[in-house]
């Protein structure tokens, strides 16, 4: 008799919204190919999104940010009112600085350019889905030149306030990593760093997670 067959990995589910119909397709047969990724339903706009996602319940929304309609970035905005911490991942062919902040600022958890590698794009699904941040390194300097002008005066002293834990945890924060993966590299309980991350956000007066790791990006670099 066979042994009974291991239960197969929980994967991802995936809604994607863009306008144009065969950008979908392509997209969701891409990654058809990417076996913990499972596309479970698509919309042409934020309106028909936000229909599909209280039916389909997803993991992760990978949108366009142009769309006739409801565009993606009133789709974030309203999917933080409606469906609090959906993270919502913005693909765009435009690196312009107004489409970049205000994608951030409504609150998206990631922001890529359309010719994003497969892998690239998978990898990111996995790390906003948990809880991380993705922005694009080609459009980085434009997402940090928003927290500059919001942080212009007292930049220099801004890690001065740090406990040594505190700054370890900001360094990864950075990076963009989750908090589980902050708790696997430094060795800490992941309530811990929960904890820490509380205490970053309400000493560096950052409004969320996103503007706390956008102005740690900044300054560290600096």
Do not use: C, W
Not at 170 to 188: D, F, M, P, V, Y
């Amino acid at each position: 008799m066979s042994a009974p067959r291991a239960p197969e990995a929980q994967r991802l589910r995936i809604i994607l919204v863009d306008d144009q119909q065969l950008l979908r397709r392509g997209l969701a047969m891409l990654l058809s190919t990417t076996p913990d990724i499972e596309v479970v339903a698509q919309a042409a706009d934020g309106h028909e999104a936000l229909a599909v996602i209280a039916r389909h319940r997803p993991d992760v929304v990978l949108a366009d940010v142009r769309m006739p309609g409801m565009d993606g970035i009133e789709l974030v905005a309203q999917s933080r009112l409606e469906h609090a911490g959906l993270p919502v991942l913005l693909l765009t062919t435009f690196d312009d600085e107004q489409v970049v902040q205000g994608s951030l600022r409504a609150g998206a958890a990631g922001f890529l350019l359309k010719d994003t590698s497969t892998d690239a794009l998978a990898e990111a699904i996995r790390s906003v889905a948990a809880g991380g941040m993705v922005i694009d390194p080609r459009v980085a300097k434009i997402a940090v030149r928003r927290e500059a002008s919001a942080e212009a005066d007292g930049d220099g002293d801004l890690l001065a306030v740090l406990t040594r834990a505190e700054r370890l945890v900001a360094e990864q924060i950075a990076e963009g990593r989750t908090n589980a993966e902050i708790a696997e590299s430094l060795i800490l309980a992941e309530g811990t760093v929960k904890n820490h991350v509380s205490a970053l956000l309400r000493k560096l007066g950052a409004r969320d997670r996103t503007g706390l790791a956008l102005a740690l990006y900044k300054t560290l670099r600096e």
